[in-house]
C-alpha cells in the first residue's frame, strides 16, 4: 500500500514528550530540528524500503533514537567521551527513569551511538538502519524519492537554519574540550581536523551540493514568484471625439484668412 503525501505524524506517548523536551532545552533549535527530520525521514524511508511499524521496527522506539541521537553536542554533555556516546548515556538515562523496557533502553542506545558509524549501524537491525539513514537523509542523501509536497511540509515545520554549519560547529566545541571526546580516527576528531586544515568539512561540502541545499521553501517562494503575474482587465472609458469649434464670423460675414471685396 503506497503512503499518501505529507510528512509522517510525530509520535505523543508520555516519553516521546520527554525527549522532545530535553532535547529541545538543551540543543540548539537548528539541531532540534535537524532530529525531528530525521525521524521523519527514517519513517519515509521504511515507508520505501517496505518495513512495517509494528512488525518490522517499532515507530516510538525510532523516535526516541532519533529525536535524542544529538543530545551528545547539547548543554547536557560533560564532553567526557566522543559526542555519540554520550548522547546514548543521556537518552538511557531517560528512558530509564521513564520505566521503559531494557530492550528498548539498549536498543535506542545502540542506535544513538553508533549513527556515524557508516557500514555498521546498518548491520545492526531496522533501528539502526533507519535512524543513520534517517539521519542521513536530512543531509540530502538518498532523498530523490520524498515528493516535493512531503518535503515543503517537513522543512515548513522544522526549517534547516544552517543545520549543518550549526551541528558541526557543536560537534567542534564538543570534541575540544577533552582528548576523550575526539579520539584519534572518530567523526568528531575527523571534524576538528578538516575544521582546523581547511576550513570546512567534507560533510559541509556534501550537504551544500546536495538537495536540501536550496530549502524547499526558498524553492518554493522562487516558483511562485515565477509564475505570471496576473493580468488586469479594465474597461476602458471610450475616447469622445473631440469636436473643432469653429470660430465666429467677424463683422461683414467673412471667415477669417478670407481676402474681403473692395
Not at 216 to 221: F, I, K, L, T, V
Not at 248 to 259: A, R, T
Request: net charge neutral.
Amino acid at each position: 500500500m503506497q503512503r499518501p503525501p505529507g510528512p509522517p505524524d510525530l509520535v505523543v506517548t508520555d516519553v516521546a514528550q520527554a525527549a522532545i523536551r530535553v532535547a529541545r532545552s538543551t540543543e540548539s533549535r537548528a539541531v532540534f530540528n535537524h532530529s525531528v527530520r530525521s525521524y521523519l525521514f527514517g519513517e519515509l524511508l521504511a515507508a520505501r524500503d517496505g518495513l512495517r511499524p509494528g512488525a518490522d521496527y517499532d515507530s516510538e522506539t525510532l523516535f526516541l533514537a532519533c529525536v535524542m541521537h544529538d543530545l551528545g553536542v547539547g548543554t547536557a554533555a560533560s564532553g567526557k567521551a566522543r559526542f555519540e556516546v554520550e548522547g546514548a548515556d543521556l537518552a538511557a538515562t531517560l528512558l530509564t527513569d521513564h520505566g521503559c523496557e531494557r530492550a528498548v533502553v539498549d536498543g535506542v542506545w545502540e542506535a544513538i551511538a553508533l549513527h556515524t558509524s557508516s557500514g555498521i549501524a546498518e548491520r545492526r537491525g531496522p533501528l539502526c538502519y533507519l535512524t543513520r539513514l534517517g539521519i542521513g537523509m536530512d543531509f540530502g542523501l538518498d532523498v530523490e524519492f520524498i515528493d516535493e509536497q512531503t518535503a515543503v511540509a517537513i522543512h515548513d515545520r522544522y526549517p534547516r537554519l544552517r543545520m549543518t554549519s550549526s551541528l558541526l560547529e557543536a560537534i567542534v566545541a564538543h570534541g575540544q574540550r577533552s582528548s576523550a571526546a575526539a579520539p584519534p580516527y572518530s567523526l568528531p576528531a575527523e571534524v576538528l581536523r578538516e575544521r582546523k586544515t581547511d576550513g570546512i568539512t567534507l560533510l559541509e561540502l556534501a550537504a551544500s551540493h546536495g538537495r536540501w541545499a536550496t530549502d524547499p521553501q526558498a524553492r518554493r517562494r522562487a516558483s511562485i514568484e515565477m509564475l505570471p503575474a496576473p493580468v488586469k482587465t479594465s474597461r476602458k472609458k471610450p475616447k469622445q471625439k473631440s469636436i473643432a469649434r469653429v470660430p465666429p464670423l467677424p463683422p461683414g460675414g467673412s471667415p477669417v484668412g478670407q481676402s474681403e471685396r473692395g
